[in-house]
């Protein structure tokens, strides 16, 4: 029950703000979602960019050398976080040289937070290629994703649920989100899932292809959009 009041004071601290993903007329980069639309993206700024790899709470994953890094801010709650999910895990499966950093970005609701406490429990005991299988897996099935559920997914990856549990629902755990949220509020990520790559936001999910060419052109010249 504390851990829930604790979480609901987490919500309405940070609000409701990002939601889906929407298209938008708001971009600085010719960025192309999959059906050919334009997607909202803009530069980071540069005092928020050096605070990329101190955010507290993310689970690098794919190649921790690779030659571009992907964030992915995401709501375990949001569907369009969902469909991401899939397209994310095939990305990164298929290149090689990628880095994925995984960031859990719990501010849709309770249940949210919720199962991001677990997640980052599990995160601290499972390697990256689980932690990868993992975080697909609680996005098989419908419905609500929250507390219990992303338990029960530790489970089948042999974690104990009970001290499980215990490791994530704590204060500081907490206090590891919060540190991600404010983040986003301060760049302004006002949806979800919103992606950072060479300095630049990608509000909304574009697309697997999308990514692919959004990687591919950082590769070639250093920028999302050659």
């Known amino acids: 029950?504390?851990?829930?009041?604790?979480?609901?004071?987490?919500?309405?601290?940070?609000?409701?703000?990002?939601?889906?993903?929407?298209?938008?007329?708001?971009?600085?980069?010719?960025?192309?979602?999959?059906?050919?639309?334009?997607?909202?993206?803009?530069?980071l700024a540069p005092v928020l960019a050096d605070g990329l790899a101190k955010l507290p709470a993310q689970v690098p994953v794919g190649n921790?050398?690779?030659?571009?890094?992907?964030?992915?801010?995401y709501d375990l709650n949001c569907p369009y976080c969902r469909e991401a999910a899939r397209d994310v895990?095939?990305?990164?499966?298929?290149?090689?040289?990628?880095?994925?950093?995984?960031v859990p970005y719990a501010v849709l609701?309770?249940?949210?937070?919720?199962?991001?406490?677990?997640?980052?429990?599990?995160?601290?005991?499972?390697t990256l290629e689980q932690y990868l299988d993992f975080h697909k897996r609680i996005y098989a099935g419908r419905g609500l994703i929250d507390g219990p559920r992303v338990l029960a997914v530790a489970t089948e990856f042999g974690l104990d649920k009970d001290k499980l549990a215990a490791v994530s629902n704590t204060e500081a755990t907490l206090n590891l989100l919060r540190g991600n949220a404010d983040f986003g509020t301060e760049a302004k990520l006002g949806?979800?899932?919103?992606?950072?790559?060479?300095?630049?936001?990608?509000?909304?999910?574009?697309?697997?292809?999308?990514?692919?060419?959004?990687?591919?052109?950082?590769?070639?010249?250093?920028?999302?959009?050659?």
Not at 92 to 102: E, F, G, P, Q, S
Not at 110 to 123: K, R, Y
């Open 1 to 43: 029950m504390m851990m829930r009041l604790l979480a609901i004071g987490f919500v309405i601290a940070v609000g409701l703000g990002p939601a889906a993903a929407q298209q938008s007329s708001n971009a600085q980069y010719a960025i192309k979602d999959d059906d050919g639309e334009r997607v909202a993206n803009f530069d």
């Open 64 to 73: 921790l050398q690779g030659d571009v890094t992907l964030l992915q801010f």
């Open 109 to 126: 609701s309770v249940q949210s937070v919720q199962g991001a406490l677990i997640e980052v429990g599990a995160s601290k005991s499972l």
């Open 191 to 226: 949806v979800t899932p919103a992606y950072i790559v060479g300095g630049v936001v990608i509000l909304g999910h574009p697309g697997l292809k999308a990514l692919q060419a959004v990687v591919k052109s950082m590769r070639a010249c250093g920028k999302v959009v050659c």
């Open 89 to 102: 895990d095939t990305l990164v499966r298929a290149d090689k040289k990628l880095k994925l950093v995984l």
